[in-house]
């Protein structure tokens, strides 16, 4: 136990998590309940399923590199970036995943 406390406490610090909390529940109040895009939606009736729903959803892991790059931000927002890491410990691991994936979503747009 004093080990975990003595990690802890000496741990680079951020609030990037709390910030975007925040910035993400400031969104959810400003638009309120919008629905998701329709490729992330469930289809369980033929009727739904004619309409739209659940066409165009990929499977992450059906992908080469197990990202589908789909956004699941409802279409009226827009994709957002609320968690910003910042360059000190393990959130330096976590802006490189972020970018990589970044990347990954780029080309799979083709922009």
Not at 3 to 12: I, R
Not at 32 to 47: W, Y
Not at 48 to 58: A, L
Not at 60 to 72: A, I, Q
Request: aromatic fraction near 12%; glycine fraction near 10%.
């Amino acid at each position: 136990m004093a080990q975990a406390c003595t990690y802890l406490a000496t741990a680079p610090k951020s609030n990037a998590s709390y910030m975007a909390f925040g910035a993400a529940k400031r969104m959810a109040g400003e638009t309120g309940s919008l629905m998701p895009p329709m490729h992330a939606t469930n289809a369980p009736t033929k009727l739904m399923k004619d309409q739209g729903y659940h066409q165009g959803y990929i499977y992450d892991h059906d992908t080469p590199e197990g990202f589908s790059g789909l956004s699941y931000f409802p279409p009226d927002t827009g994709r957002r970036e609320f968690y910003k890491p910042v360059e000190r410990g393990f959130e330096r691991e976590i802006k490189k995943r972020l970018d990589y994936w970044a990347g990954l979503r780029k080309a799979k747009s083709g922009k």
